[in-house]
């Protein structure tokens, strides 16, 4: 029975997020209707990551595994036909391993998360990015988010309703950066991380906010980390603007 790694991409506005549920629409739910288009039968797929309600992808993995042995190319192409019109597609798709596995192969996921500053409502961008409607400042949110760099207990940034065994993580990347645009400030944060605790970069990217808009000094973030309170924590904020990016392997499977 051959297995395919596929690279997923999604709005996740429509979605009650990435896991199966049974009465409300889901990316995997999407996903395994269409393999069930294609061969008959019922369908379970593993990803990298499952992303909550709203939160997007541009670089989601998962695998499946299928009687057929499919040309890689025929696959995708038939997923997408069947995944319409749905707002998610297959952008790549490759044959791997019985032992290759979309969650336990991985070796690091990067998230990106968008905030633009402007006072006017978005159209176009509405529920892909999170609008603020004052200014922030991002040497201070830098300085903050420096202090959560390396290895800690995330106890004050993990949902109250993480089932993640231990709250330690080590944080390898949260890089800030800004860009000026004809109707606003963007502001990009890029996190990277082996792994990631439930709620952990909205969680960030909330405190931080907080930081950029003067309510909350640079060093109040080491004070939030270091007191292991969930109560500690800033606001988390809202899923649009998340997107999982990408998640790396050992050995590329889709190269």
């Known amino acids: 029975m051959p297995r395919f790694a596929l690279k997923v991409e999604y709005n996740g506005l429509p979605f009650a997020g990435w896991q199966r549920q049974a009465d409300q629409p889901t990316v995997q739910g999407a996903i395994e209707a269409a393999l069930a288009k294609l061969e008959p039968g019922e369908h379970t797929i593993a990803a990298a990551g499952r992303t909550d309600a709203g939160v997007h992808a541009t670089g989601q993995v998962a695998h499946c595994d299928l009687?057929?042995?499919?040309?890689?190319?025929?696959?995708?192409?038939?997923?997408?036909?069947?995944?319409?019109?749905?707002?998610?597609?297959?952008?790549?798709?490759?044959?791997?391993?019985?032992?290759?596995?979309?969650?336990?192969?991985?070796?690091?996921?990067?998230?990106?998360?968008?905030?633009?500053?402007?006072?006017?409502?978005?159209?176009?961008?509405?529920?892909t990015m999170w609008r603020i409607n004052h200014a922030l400042d991002l040497d201070a949110m830098q300085e903050g988010a420096n202090h959560l760099l390396g290895r800690h207990d995330f106890t004050t940034f993990r949902s109250s309703i993480c089932q993640a065994d231990s709250p330690v993580r080590t944080l390898d990347t949260l890089d800030i950066e800004r860009s000026e645009l004809d109707n606003g400030t963007l502001f990009q944060f890029h996190v990277r991380a082996r792994s990631f605790l439930h709620n952990q970069v909205r969680s960030f990217v909330g405190t931080l906010e907080r930081v950029g808009a003067g309510a909350w000094e640079p060093d109040d973030v080491r004070a939030a980390l270091e007191a292991k309170e969930r109560s500690a924590c800033g606001p988390v904020c809202p899923p649009e603007g998340l997107y999982l990016a990408a998640v790396t392997y050992p050995v590329d499977p889709f190269s």
């Open 67 to 127: 009687a057929k042995n499919w040309e890689p190319f025929r696959l995708m192409e038939a997923l997408n036909y069947h995944l319409k019109p749905d707002p998610v597609a297959i952008v790549d798709c490759a044959e791997v391993s019985d032992e290759w596995h979309a969650r336990f192969s991985a070796v690091e996921r990067r998230y990106l998360f968008k905030l633009i500053c402007r006072r006017a409502p978005l159209t176009f961008d509405k529920g």
